[in-house]
């Protein structure tokens, strides 16, 4: 064997070449995309619900958080008190949250989340879960269902959660 002019038996032999890592800026564009579209669908997968994407976060918000004021909500959707009352109303007329007195101040109102709401909340939880496990189980081979769980933790750890 005849190396060229200059090389040592230490010169490595050329290999195909690699693609150069993507950028931070590249990845994030990518990943809030393809999260966008994620989100989207996943709350198409419900849409047989009667709740609106506003009113399943205020739900979430009430579950997770416990009763708050009409103004809390609002702050915390980045809404206005006066679209937070329409919102709570249609959830109070189908019996999803119900209102009772401020323990702290007894001129407000707290909303809580009902066992009804619970119950529609989970229900919509479910159908996007099983969204998501039919398209996995359709879509992707063992190797890519574990390349999803590892950068499941990925993003998890991102998040900070």
């Given at each position: 064997?005849?190396?060229?002019?200059?090389?040592?038996?230490?010169?490595?032999?050329?290999?195909?070449?690699?693609?150069?890592?993507?950028?931070?800026?590249?990845?994030?564009?990518?990943?809030?995309?393809?999260?966008?579209?994620?989100?989207?669908?996943?709350?198409?997968?419900?849409?047989?619900?009667?709740?609106?994407?506003?009113?399943?976060?205020?739900?979430?918000?009430?579950?997770?958080?416990?009763?708050?004021?009409?103004?809390?909500?609002?702050?915390?959707?980045?809404?206005?008190?006066?679209?937070?009352?329409l919102t709570l109303g249609a959830l109070e007329e189908q019996g999803i949250v119900e209102r009772?007195?401020?323990?702290?101040?007894?001129?407000?109102?707290?909303?809580?989340?009902?066992?009804?709401?619970?119950?529609?909340?989970?229900?919509?939880?479910?159908?996007?879960?099983?969204?998501?496990?039919?398209?996995?189980?359709?879509?992707?081979?063992?190797?890519?269902?574990?390349?999803?769980?590892?950068?499941?933790?990925?993003?998890?750890?991102?998040?900070?959660?």
């Open positions: 064997m005849t190396r060229p002019p200059g090389a040592t038996p230490a010169d490595p032999t050329p290999a195909d070449p690699t693609p150069a890592d993507p950028t931070a800026e590249q990845v994030a564009n990518d990943l809030a995309a393809v999260v966008g579209r994620l989100l989207r669908r996943l709350r198409s997968s419900s849409s047989e619900s009667l709740l609106t994407p506003t009113q399943r976060s205020v739900l979430a918000r009430l579950e997770d958080g416990g009763p708050a004021t009409t103004a809390a909500l609002a702050r915390a959707e980045f809404v206005r008190p006066q679209s937070m009352r009772a007195p401020d323990p702290d101040d007894g001129r407000k109102s707290v909303m809580s989340i009902t066992d009804t709401g619970r119950a529609t909340l989970a229900e919509v939880r479910a159908a996007k879960r099983d969204w998501l496990a039919e398209a996995i189980a359709a879509e992707l081979d063992g190797a890519e269902r574990r390349t999803v769980a590892e950068a499941t933790a990925l993003l998890d750890r991102l998040v900070g959660s």
